[in-house]
């Protein structure tokens, strides 16, 4: 296999190290069941240290692509969903996982705070985006817009003008990442389709009736939950 | 309607209320979209203070049973689903569903542990048990014991012995909790049935990749689902 | 008293009310002990719900600004501390205190990250604009540009350039809040200006060993206890 | 260096090793300064697998008793304070930091649970706990009964059995990690003596005015902070 890995200075080192091994596991230079190359093979063809090569082998671990088994190495367990492949550059797989990383806290706050100050009219806006989002999808469109659109009156409901400017920063991300999820729910079951829209009611619900840890986490179970099936189509395919 | 409360000077006033109220609506006294006494009713009645009042109400409204309309007071929403009020007496609700509160912060770090610490033979009794479970919930029978015992290897997997000591304290409880919730399940959908095992089996492949915060997240949504299942007929039903 | 209240529509009802009786206690028309106006004199005279009341009054309660007894109301429990009156216009406290709560999940998230992938590098950046900011404080001047590459210098070292952009979106608000407190500092004990040092030291110190639940924690303790200086004079004063 | 490690069939292989690491450590068989046996020399000399060595390394680490330097190896940095060597068997030291991983989410969770909940009478019983432990400190005794109280008082507060089921069950372990942190703080400067006194004020504040999430902090900071000075000469001594 092919080591030459090309080195970006402005990019963190595990991030690209993670990029070039995810992309050529999308490509098929890597096969389900191939032995990765050693920790020692990587770090003289990369030239970075071991803490960098175990954190972009971990991430990979994390997110069901590879898995490892004692004093044998790394291999590869599955080729990601063809949606993430279809719909992403494998170099934009990774900052689209960072996104959905620094949403997971933060949404999580502003759903608890939302559960706590939202009023009437605040649900309602909450509740349009939703039954929006969930006839667009009905109808096998992409609803990402609906879908920002949720998320943000969910923002405009904690009634702090703070989480409405973070969102407002994270917008093209959030989009992008959208975008690739719903593309793939769509080419899903209608299981999944479902699922996807009652994770959506179940945050309204807990908003709506002021459960605050309720709200916390059926934010966050969304979001992570969202990650997941970007990387792993076993799970609710 | 008698609004006739009796006061037991060992339980929490608000817990008392709580059940009390709770009592009515399963007995039908109160039905849906009947108005609840007003604040000043109950107080006379009970002789307690406002925010006993506030809290018994808030916690009815939170598990779906009540809701209240700005200055016209609070309004039966619905009867507990058939099976709660099958499967429990109206007096042990209350401290059921305080179970699942002290379950949920507890459980969710037992979780993020055990995704640090977990042996293959820790991973395999957690699976053992989620497989057993799923052969008796097929089977169409009652698994409390493997439900109990897919928690408790987790604990176990943990590495800290204080947490398989303290699901010790609570096994009587926890059993009462999971027979009235898979009593539930058990007359469903089959798509609820579904999920109650998807719910577990994400646990456990949290636990196994090693995502520490996937497992508590995990854990603690399967645990707040529960309860909502409990108390709450039309999610998922 | 004076209950004549203005109301602008773009602005939180309940911000409203908060801003507006905080500015009534930092005037010196409501003093220490004064009884604060019944919830149906100022239903009527701001003509607003009784849960948005409720709001302000809750929240001027969690700021130790007020107490309230049962039955008889509302007090004054205290004016805010000499140098929050001194060095912030009271219209714009409620937005300050908005940042630390928007904040708080966020920087405790990123802390728990930089602490799974600082690397050598990015601690040295951390425990310099430490070291800066402790240096400029024992001098006596104001060290909130410091202060604030202390945090920014940890969102580097998360590895997620989200975390960046969302603190560059905080920034005029994040120094804005520095000064006031570091204002309050500076004239305060030489305890509590040891005490501010030992948090962003303990924060260092938990990211530097690795330690993702110290982290998370220290820096959430840090930012609570900074918006408690803030609005609280008897503690650590 | 004796690499003479014995194996207990019963205890968790990566605590033997952490233990009998520190027992070396305490015992000055390892001194400052001193290299740790690499990690193929304690895989054969105690037949354990990489990731076991790993774990009990990270918490040494994590315990600010040893440093690894990149390709160097780990490396003694402090002995434990002599407060634990002289109040704590050495065999006994993983089982009480165990003891406060355990504590740590479940008491930040009860404290936010008696925020919501505590009635006066509650609060009467903490602060009323809270002066007997400051008055018995002062005087220059080890107050582990009246913390242990300060404790117990806040579940009680907290309106779940549960809870105070949950802190019974770990009294013992629980009073005699209090008894070495009071040991230790009671030989240490005067500082650190109103240090811990002024967190333990700091949770009842954040009970007292209903602050869930400042409750939640306190408590779980106190905790964190404890476990800190324990294994760790430098910080507050």
């Given at each position: 296999?092919?080591?030459?890995?090309?080195?970006?200075?402005?990019?963190?080192?595990?991030?690209?190290?993670?990029?070039?091994?995810?992309?050529?596991?999308?490509?098929?230079?890597?096969?389900?069941?191939?032995?990765?190359?050693?920790?020692?093979?990587?770090?003289?063809?990369?030239?970075?240290?071991?803490?960098?090569?175990?954190?972009?082998?971990?991430?990979?671990?994390?997110?069901?692509?590879?898995?490892?088994?004692?004093?044998?190495?790394?291999?590869?367990?599955?080729?990601?969903?063809?949606?993430?492949?279809?719909?992403?550059?494998?170099?934009?797989?990774?900052?689209?996982?960072?996104?959905?990383?620094?949403?997971?806290?933060?949404?999580?706050?502003?759903?608890?705070?939302?559960?706590?100050?939202?009023?009437?009219?605040?649900?309602?806006?909450i509740e349009?985006?939703l039954i929006?989002m969930e006839?667009?999808?009905?109808?096998?469109?992409?609803?990402?817009?609906?879908?920002?659109?949720f998320?943000?009156?969910?923002?405009?409901?904690?009634?702090?003008?703070?989480?409405?400017?973070?969102?407002?920063?994270?917008?093209?991300?959030?989009?992008?990442?959208?975008?690739?999820?719903?593309?793939?729910?769509?080419?899903?079951?209608?299981?999944?389709?479902k699922k996807v829209q009652e994770e959506h009611r179940t945050i309204y619900d807990a908003i709506a009736?002021?459960?605050?840890?309720?709200?916390?986490?059926a934010?966050?179970?969304h979001?992570?939950?969202?990650?997941?099936?970007?990387?792993?189509?076993?799970?609710?395919?």
């Amino acid at each position: 296999m092919d080591l030459n890995f090309q080195i970006n200075k402005r990019e963190k080192l595990s991030d690209q190290l993670y990029g070039q091994l995810l992309k050529k596991i999308v490509a098929g230079e890597l096969k389900e069941g191939d032995k990765l190359p050693s920790e020692n093979e990587i770090a003289q063809a990369f030239q970075v240290s071991r803490p960098v090569i175990r954190e972009a082998l971990m991430r990979l671990q994390a997110d069901g692509l590879i898995y490892s088994r004692q004093g044998a190495g790394s291999f590869v367990k599955a080729r990601p969903p063809e949606g993430l492949i279809k719909f992403t550059a494998p170099s934009d797989i990774a900052g689209l996982l960072r996104c959905f990383e620094a949403r997971l806290p933060l949404e999580g706050a502003i759903a608890s705070l939302a559960a706590q100050r939202a009023t009437e009219e605040d649900l309602k806006a909450i509740e349009s985006a939703l039954i929006k989002m969930e006839d667009i999808m009905n109808k096998g469109a992409i609803a990402d817009k609906a879908d920002f659109d949720f998320h943000m009156a969910i923002a405009n409901a904690a009634g702090n003008e703070f989480c409405v400017s973070i969102l407002s920063t994270l917008h093209t991300a959030m989009r992008s990442g959208m975008r690739v999820a719903l593309n793939i729910t769509k080419t899903g079951s209608k299981e999944r389709l479902k699922k996807v829209q009652e994770e959506h009611r179940t945050i309204y619900d807990a908003i709506a009736i002021g459960d605050v840890t309720a709200a916390d986490l059926a934010m966050r179970y969304h979001i992570q939950s969202a990650r997941t099936r970007l990387m792993n189509h076993q799970r609710g395919a």
